[in-house]
């Protein structure tokens, strides 16, 4: 229904045979480029698969051994692949890719395949190819399997396989670019995110790996999707890199209705920031992946807004009918917006959906979980079309994903910087008891054009009955920033809802600021 129709620590969902002596030739095979494999297996053979697969009743994938699902993350991480064993390690290949072992979290087997220009090669389980702790070797035994792959190339430099790309648990991948460290993953689909009914959780059951040259820069591979409402089949075609970039194509085969289905989405954490209280206890000044959401909507505006980690589940429905793009940003990029030298906030990477072809009227649904701790992903951004699928239809879906720096998503207005809130009233501003008061940082764009005298003036408008008592703009010499502050009153038992952007004559300077905070909330609660 959409495109042109061609041919951490992070608690998540939980989520074969040629001879061996055929796979390892295939492995260790080096030399020149290989022919093209699209000739022996393609994303129509994928396609086919998953449109048989959801005429058929719907089965779980198999699950792992008792002693590997009792795993902790401790335990887990003594589980290590041995770098000798990644496939195409002996053909010198700038693209490697080590297995994933079964346990923890990663509780669903999946097929692996090769492909080349011979056709398809399962790749088989071996156990030697892992170093396992002392206590656990001798109670494996078998075809324990595998449960997703992580892939490796020199991003950083020449002389290092760094890992970039990584599909394990569910149907979750996680990415970075050059000099990053993972943080937020895309999904291949959501289902029912965030709804009284609960979540569906669709897994990558078989991946068919397609073997690069020696010297290939990109690289491509095929993924079958399988969940009791649907099934899909997906292309990824992965170009890593300043940043690292998947095109997507994936094409939907619905089972059953499905209430609310999410698109592209990304999933991040967002623990506490600038523009929420800091819990007890914790001395660093924000802890998450992400900070906020970005939006380029179909009629050209950017719209963005920051991320909360509220008291209730909160869903927040962004019309957005032909969307230009969307994304999970994390705009806080200094060291000092964390002090956190062991999980380096700072270098996570923001993630930018870029649709291809028109998808139609629908919504971005942000999806916001409440968590006590930075270790539960708790925000889902995706989008929703408006149509229904049914069994008898599907969806053919094509984006980009890219993953980087928050600038990837070229966008040239002036942009949000930082957001903070406070509760009571501002002296000499307003007397109004139940006022927050916001100071909405703003820079770049053409605002880094302009002296600091220049007449620029904010927009605001309070939504949902929220009364704007005061607002005004100043430059901020000591961060370089243009400031809008504002104190605003909610409605009795309604959340305070605010637009704003800045402005210089009839010229828009910036994205508009959105913000969005439910009566109910940690200020009012005392933190």
């Known amino acids: 229904m959409f495109g042109n129709g061609s041919t951490r620590r992070r608690v998540r969902p939980s989520f074969v045979q040629a001879s061996i002596a055929a796979a390892m030739l295939?492995?260790?095979?080096?030399?020149?480029?290989?022919?093209?494999?699209?000739?022996?297996?393609?994303?129509?053979?994928?396609?086919?698969?998953?449109?048989?697969?959801?005429?058929?009743?719907?089965?779980?994938?198999?699950?792992?051994?008792?002693?590997l699902a009792k795993l902790d993350y401790r335990q887990y991480?003594?589980?290590?692949?041995?770098?000798?064993?990644?496939?195409?390690?002996?053909?010198?290949?700038?693209?490697?890719?080590?297995?994933?072992?079964?346990?923890?979290?990663?509780?669903?087997?999946?097929?692996?395949?090769?492909?080349?220009?011979?056709?398809?090669?399962?790749?088989?389980?071996?156990?030697?190819?892992?170093?396992?702790?002392?206590?656990?070797?001798?109670k494996l035994s078998g075809n324990l399997g595998y449960t997703g792959f992580?892939?490796?190339?020199?991003?950083?430099?020449?002389?290092?396989?760094?890992?970039?790309?990584?599909?394990?648990?569910?149907?979750?991948?996680?990415?970075?670019?050059?000099?990053?460290?993972?943080?937020?993953?895309?999904?291949?689909?959501?289902?029912?995110?965030?709804?009284?009914?609960?979540?569906?959780?669709?897994?990558?059951?078989?991946?068919?790996?397609?073997?690069?040259?020696?010297?290939?820069?990109?690289?491509?591979?095929?993924?079958l999707l399988n969940g009791a409402s649907l099934t899909g089949a997906y292309h990824f075609t992965v170009f890593p890199g300043a940043k690292t970039r998947l095109e997507v194509h994936a094409r939907l085969f619905m089972r059953h209705p499905v209430q609310l289905l999410g698109l592209a989405p990304l999933t991040s954490m967002f623990y506490y920031g600038a523009n929420t209280p800091r819990p007890v206890s914790e001395w660093r000044p924000?802890?998450?992946?992400?900070?906020?959401?970005?939006?380029?909507?179909?009629?050209?505006?950017?719209?963005?807004?920051?991320l909360i980690n509220p008291i209730r589940l909160q869903m927040n429905y962004f019309v957005a009918d032909s969307p230009r793009g969307f994304g999970l940003l994390q705009r806080a990029t200094r060291f000092s917006d964390y002090e956190d030298d062991e999980l380096d906030y700072q270098d996570r990477p923001s993630a930018w959906i870029t649709p291809r072809g028109d998808w139609g009227s629908g919504h971005v649904v942000l999806v916001e979980i409440p968590t006590d701790s930075e270790t539960n992903d708790n925000i889902v951004a995706f989008w929703s079309p408006d149509s229904k699928a049914h069994p008898a239809s599907g969806y053919d879906l094509r984006y980009t994903l890219d993953f980087g720096a928050p600038d990837v998503t070229g966008e040239t207005l002036g942009q949000v910087r930082a957001t903070y809130v406070g509760t009571g009233p501002a002296t000499g501003r307003t007397k109004a008891k139940s006022a927050y008061r916001i100071a909405v940082d703003f820079g770049d764009g053409e605002l880094a054009k302009l002296k600091p005298d220049a007449d620029v003036q904010g927009v605001v408008t309070g939504l949902d009955g929220t009364t704007v008592q005061s607002q005004s703009v100043r430059w901020v010499a000591p961060s370089k920033h243009w400031r809008l502050s504002i104190d605003a009153t909610p409605a009795n038992g309604k959340p305070l809802a605010l637009r704003a952007f800045l402005k210089q004559g009839a010229d828009t300077l910036t994205e508009t600021w959105s913000y969005a905070l439910p009566p109910d909330n940690r200020y009012t609660a005392g933190g």
């Open 150 to 223: 992580k892939l490796t190339f020199p991003l950083n430099g020449p002389g290092k396989h760094d890992q970039f790309l990584v599909f394990a648990g569910a149907s979750y991948f996680r990415g970075v670019a050059r000099n990053q460290v993972f943080g937020l993953s895309g999904r291949g689909i959501a289902v029912d995110t965030g709804l009284p009914s609960g979540e569906q959780f669709p897994n990558f059951t078989h991946f068919w790996l397609v073997r690069p040259s020696p010297d290939a820069h990109v690289m491509q591979f095929y993924a």
């Open 26 to 67: 295939l492995f260790a095979a080096a030399g020149t480029a290989m022919p093209s494999a699209a000739q022996a297996f393609d994303f129509n053979d994928v396609t086919k698969i998953a449109k048989q697969l959801a005429q058929k009743p719907y089965a779980p994938p198999p699950g792992i051994p008792e002693a």
């Open 286 to 306: 924000a802890a998450h992946d992400s900070g906020g959401l970005l939006i380029h909507s179909g009629t050209g505006e950017w719209l963005w807004r920051p």
């Open 77 to 138: 991480l003594q589980i290590h692949a041995l770098p000798q064993n990644s496939l195409w390690e002996q053909s010198h290949t700038d693209f490697q890719v080590t297995l994933t072992p079964p346990g923890e979290y990663y509780r669903h087997l999946v097929k692996i395949d090769v492909v080349d220009a011979n056709g398809t090669h399962a790749v088989p389980f071996h156990k030697h190819w892992f170093q396992w702790p002392n206590d656990l070797a001798d």
